[in-house]
């Protein structure tokens, strides 16, 4: 038997999947620039007709695309494929005597050479152009270089990067993805995510997997196995633990739509209820009868239980239009979540008597529900009374603030008497506590949630809540990593909430844990001295 | 001609739907609109790419112009097209 090895890259969703490699084809290079044989006439038109036929598939993919974000991308690349102003320019190159191909890279080029040296965002845009550009080639060549997915079995798509048009055509027969370039929020990671397709990006050694091969993908330890089964993925090695019926904390959904409530019926009430995501779009700011029947309409969706309903967490990257938050040089740590109530109290006086309103109309249907309000962003004592003071002249009986920011964890003995629950977010946490951006992916590898100076404040928190008499719960997508869950009850905390593809993987762990396995877990993990060795010796424990 | 001054205020700037807004608005309008940063040349509106060089972003300032003389026309132009890059 041939050696197992691993690659290294970065995991996106959490379920291993074991099948054949199929290669995506590398793009061919764009043919020389040549002059026309056949006059400017026929290259324009040419031209144009090759416009046409790639908005036609643009419409069609876009008519496919089921993710918003995804949209939005190959409504742009439509957009610019289809601009006047590049076809004008294109045809003044025809009629220089170039042909179609080189007149069209000439015009784009004229609108590349313009976007140079501008970084970020717009400097990005430039491989849209390209993508544009390379569409409209391939199709006037009359050559297609695009793989064909067969029509039936499982296979992973190998590739050095994958464009949003590659993604939009992947068929069921596509159960996981491994990428060279990309990374955390690269249009491929959004994409897997969006449709629960197990991906490894950023994983320099793809360029070694061959069609054929057979591999693993387990995007839980962020690797790519060859020559190895599933036994080998964190995917199910736990089930040699007898289930021992329960869970040993109770696991909640985080949920931030109608439809995620309704996905998540049977878990055990809801950690997190985001209200942000249904104001995204909003210009104007709800009525306190809109967002009444809003929460009214997840909360009867949703499962019974307790179900914390998280005040409206803007700014930064949740940009809120009707708030009139001004422009910050570092949004993240300027006016956000319940910051923003300060200069829009208005909004959230209503919010507050709206998800009162609401919890009482739907537990008037006899639904069992048990609702409670809690504060993002809250950073000391006074925050936190204030909130909850305004929270109970609401007549909202349980009150909580999120700990995200490091300074409230070093004053959670002064909440006692002040709040009723903690919960902890992870990923804001983790963005503050090691100076390191949520949405850089350069830094991404500090907010590894394994990391060690996470797991000890974690047990920080645990422990002084629990000398104060609070119950402290973690909402973050750490809490979505099974292991990590029980790592969590094993440092103190008393409850977890998961994303609601990840309840029930998380409570299926939690239920193959005692008090005593989940502190031996915890411990291992605590002595670690990196994020790595923390998983594998909590891992290591459990197996014991 | 009539020329308007603004803010860009959404935070992705002038790119992806803003400037695919943006352009759709000033093509269906019944005059010429162009655009442009104080100080640099304007660019045609309807232009999803020149939108783009103008590497537009959050906070900058920017002139658009009216082929026109009717003032209301422009007023309610303007209007519009500001919805699309203001939050």
Same mark, same amino acid.
């Given at each position: 038997m041939e050696t197992v090895r691993t690659l290294e890259g970065i995991g996106v969703g959490t379920r291993a999947v074991l099948a054949e490699v199929l290669r995506w084809s590398a793009r061919q290079p764009l043919a020389a620039m040549a002059k026309s044989s056949l006059g400017p006439e026929i290259e324009v038109n040419t031209l144009s007709k090759a416009i046409v036929n790639l908005e036609n598939q643009y419409a069609a993919k876009i008519k496919a695309a089921g993710n918003q974000e995804l949209r939005e991308i190959l409504e742009a690349q439509c957009a610019f494929a289809t601009d006047p102003e590049l076809a004008d320019l294109a045809k003044d190159f025809c009629e220089q005597g170039w042909d179609a191909p080189s007149a069209l890279q000439l015009a784009m080029g004229e609108f590349k050479s313009l976007l140079? %040296? +501008?970084? %970020?965002e717009f400097g990005e845009r430039v491989a849209d152009l390209d993508e544009i550009v390379y569409r409209l080639i391939q199709w006037m060549s009359g050559e297609s270089d695009e793989t064909v997915l067969p029509a039936s079995g499982s296979f992973i798509i190998v590739a050095d990067d994958l464009t949003p048009m590659d993604t939009i055509a992947f068929t069921d027969v596509v159960v996981g993805v491994v990428t060279k370039g990309g990374g955390p929020t690269s249009h491929t990671a959004i994409v897997c995510r969006a449709r629960g397709i197990p991906a490894v990006v +950023?994983? +320099? %050694?793809?360029?070694g997997l061959v069609n054929g091969q057979m591999v693993v993908i387990d995007p839980d330890a962020s690797q790519v196995i060859i020559n190895g089964s599933l036994a080998d993925s964190d995917g199910d090695w736990w089930s040699v633990r007898p289930n021992l019926g329960a869970a040993l904390i109770p696991v909640m959904a985080n949920v931030g739509s109608v439809a995620d409530a309704a996905q998540v019926k049977s878990a055990k009430g809801v950690g997190l209820l985001r209200t942000e995501l249904f104001f995204l779009n909003n210009k104007v700011a709800p009525t306190r009868a809109e967002q009444q029947a809003l929460y009214a309409q997840v909360l009867a969706a949703g499962p019974d239980g307790e179900i914390i309903v998280r005040t409206l967490d803007a700014g930064s990257d949740k940009p809120i239009a009707f708030l009139g938050i001004g422009r910050e040089e570092n949004p993240a740590l300027g006016v956000r979540g319940q910051r923003v109530a300060a200069i829009a109290p208005k909004f959230y006086e209503d919010q507050l008597h709206a998800i009162k309103a609401a919890a009482d109309a739907v537990k008037a249907t006899g639904k069992k529900i048990d609702v409670w309000v809690m504060a993002p962003m809250i950073a000391t004592i006074d925050e936190a009374q204030v909130f909850a003071k305004e929270a109970r002249a609401a007549g909202i009986t349980r009150v909580g603030i999120m700990v995200e920011i490091p300074a409230i964890t070093r004053v959670i003995p002064h909440l006692k008497g002040v709040v009723d629950f903690l919960s902890v977010g992870t990923n804001d946490l983790s963005q503050y506590l090691f100076a390191a951006d949520r949405v850089n992916s350069a830094v991404a590898a500090l907010l590894n949630p394994w990391q060690p100076a996470l797991l000890s404040t974690l047990e920080e928190i645990a422990a002084d809540a629990a000398m104060a008499g609070i119950k402290v719960g973690v909402c973050g997508e750490a809490a979505s990593d099974p292991l990590l869950a029980v790592v969590m009850a094993g440092l103190g905390i008393n409850s977890v909430s998961a994303s609601p593809s990840s309840v029930a993987a998380v409570t299926d762990l939690l239920s193959r844990v005692d008090v005593s396995a989940a502190k031996s877990a915890a411990m291992a993990a605590r002595s670690a001295t990196t994020a790595r060795d923390a998983k594998a010796a909590a891992k290591g424990a459990l197996l014991k | 001609m009539i020329i308007k001054e603004c803010v860009i205020t @959404?935070? @992705?700037?002038?790119?992806a739907r803003p400037a695919n807004e943006f352009s759709a608005i000033a093509k269906a309008a019944p005059f010429e609109v162009t655009v442009g940063k104080p100080g640099a040349p304007l660019v045609k509106a309807n232009s999803p790419l020149r939108l783009l060089t103008l590497k537009a972003h959050e906070g900058d300032t920017l002139n658009i112009a009216f082929a026109t003389d009717d003032e209301a026309a422009a007023n309610q132009l303007f209007e519009k097209l500001v919805a699309t890059i203001t939050e």
């Open positions: 140079e %040296g +501008a970084g %970020g +950023a994983c +320099a %050694g793809a360029d | @959404v935070k @992705v700037g002038l790119h």
